[in-house]
């Protein structure tokens, strides 16, 4: 911690003299919850829909964000685990182009108890992708951030960062098992220190606030005991944002700051889920729909937006708002007409229409690996083990409870068709069959992450 700080003191030091004048470009503050189920919150993110709101969690901080800015009832992560969804909102390139898929599961050579061979996935951010810090500290812009890193073990100074935790996972900095609640508040504070330093130097800011899980949540699965640990954990993540927004009205920057808030993954497991079936390592709805707002200058207040949108988009829109243009291989699209919009609706210009989602992996019971893609009201989920494929009506059916393929093929080959394409453009890693796969072996492939996994090299530190 003493080295922390050091860090930090070195950083106001060095970022004082540069600052020539007060920089007028608009502050961002992003804040990514951990494993937070979309209708987990107190707010209705779907105005349509009373069941995305919740009845049990409280948290009036998002509630304020909702009044005075713009949330998404179709928000998505752009993965059900960790890791990769943290890696495409830092650089705005999906999981299956970065080769950034899992958490940490390679190869079980030899294996007989899965059908199918998992890819190896990158484990440390490439540095060749650049990331919203090495954007915008090209424009003068000081960057920080705070709590859960968990895309590899490279220090975030070497992505763009000038202040940071340092290249964290699930333990905190003090490597423990439950680092919340002392370092959901512990990152608070070093963050409005930040902003506190970085307004004192005439520096627009990039702040980052990543949130841990709670050992007590992972062990109670979704349970009793899950449930009242994932309730506490909102709670703490809430009272900190509560603590954030205090302090950028305090500093007199809420009308210069843009506050993005999303979560990585859904909740653990489907109960809590509801309108929503599936959870976190699943493809279903419950595993990537997330609580998805944004407030700023412009922003038009109070409205529920339905454009789709994911984390991939929050690059490219922070690179508008500060007028610049984002990096080529960016694959999401800017927010900003949406945003501005008294509807919030409009066209969202990215590379591809559709919305891919890619997870070659075996994990928590989610019926092995799989891709699933959007497009308008509808997603087509592919199963590569079993070879099938499903197709919903979002609109109609958010549970996921009624198969389309059969009734609509010409909407599900057409969606099949842009799948392949996706993953042949971005030279997706694939999922292989295992030529010493033996049926009377096999074993349920369910990650148990209390125990480590099954498959010997699963991991402890997950999510």
């Not at 000081?142 to 590899?152: C, L, N």
């Not at 700051?257 to 959870?279: A, C, F, K, W």
């Not at 990096?327 to 066209?347: F, K, M």
């Amino acid at each position: 911690m003493k080295f922390l700080m050091l860090k930090f003191v070195v950083l106001i030091a060095v970022v004082g003299p540069i600052a020539a004048a007060k920089n007028t470009a608009p502050n961002f503050v992003v804040i990514m919850a951990e494993a937070q189920g979309w209708p987990n919150t107190s707010v209705m993110m779907d105005d349509r829909l009373a069941a995305s709101k919740s009845a049990v969690f409280q948290t009036p901080a998002l509630e304020r964000l909702a009044s005075e800015g713009m949330r998404f009832a179709y928000g998505y992560a752009l993965s059900p685990r960790c890791t990769p969804s943290r890696a495409a909102l830092f650089t705005g390139v999906g999981p299956a182009a970065l080769h950034m898929t899992y958490v940490g599961l390679g190869r079980i050579d030899g294996a007989p108890r899965t059908a199918l061979l998992p890819p190896e996935p990158i484990m440390e951010l490439p540095k060749s992708s650049t990331t919203v810090a090495e954007l915008l500290k090209k424009a003068g812009y000081t960057t920080a951030h705070f709590g859960k890193w968990h895309v590899g073990r490279v220090d975030p100074a070497q992505h763009g960062f000038d202040a940071s935790d340092g290249a964290t996972s699930n333990g905190g900095p003090d490597n423990v098992a439950s680092p919340n609640p002392k370092q959901a508040y512990g990152m608070t504070e070093r963050g409005i220190a930040f902003m506190q330093a970085a307004q004192k130097a005439g520096k627009s800011f990039y702040l980052q606030l990543s949130h841990y899980p709670n050992q007590e949540r992972k062990e109670g699965g979704g349970g009793g005991r899950g449930r009242d640990a994932e309730r506490k954990d909102a709670d703490e993540i809430d009272k900190t944002v509560t603590i954030v927004l205090e302090a950028l009205d305090r500093l007199g920057l809420t009308k210069s700051t843009y506050v993005i808030y999303t979560s990585d993954h859904g909740g653990q497991g489907r109960n809590g889920n509801e309108p929503l079936s599936g959870g976190k390592g699943s493809l279903l709805e419950g595993g990537l729909r997330v609580p998805f707002l944004i407030r700023g200058p412009g922003v038009t207040a109070n409205v529920c937006s339905r454009v789709p949108v994911t984390a991939c988009d929050i690059l490219p829109t922070i690179a508008a708002l500060a007028g610049l243009p984002p990096p080529a291989a960016v694959e999401g699209g800017s927010l900003v007409n949406v945003l501005r919009d008294p509807a919030g609706q409009g066209v969202v210009v990215r590379k591809r229409e559709e919305l891919v989602f890619h997870f070659p992996h075996y994990d928590l019971g989610n019926g092995g690996p799989a891709t699933s893609i959007i497009l308008g009201k509808y997603k087509l989920i592919r199963n590569y083990e079993k070879n099938s494929r499903r197709l919903y009506d979002l609109e109609r059916d958010p549970s996921e409870g009624h198969d389309l393929a059969v009734k609509l093929p010409e909407i599900t080959d057409n969606l099949a068709a842009r799948l392949d394409a996706y993953l042949k453009d971005v030279n997706a890693q694939m999922a292989l069959p295992n030529p010493n796969y033996d049926p009377n072996k096999a074993e349920d492939p369910e990650v148990d992450e209390r125990r480590g996994g099954k498959g010997g090299k699963q991991g402890k530190k997950r999510a």
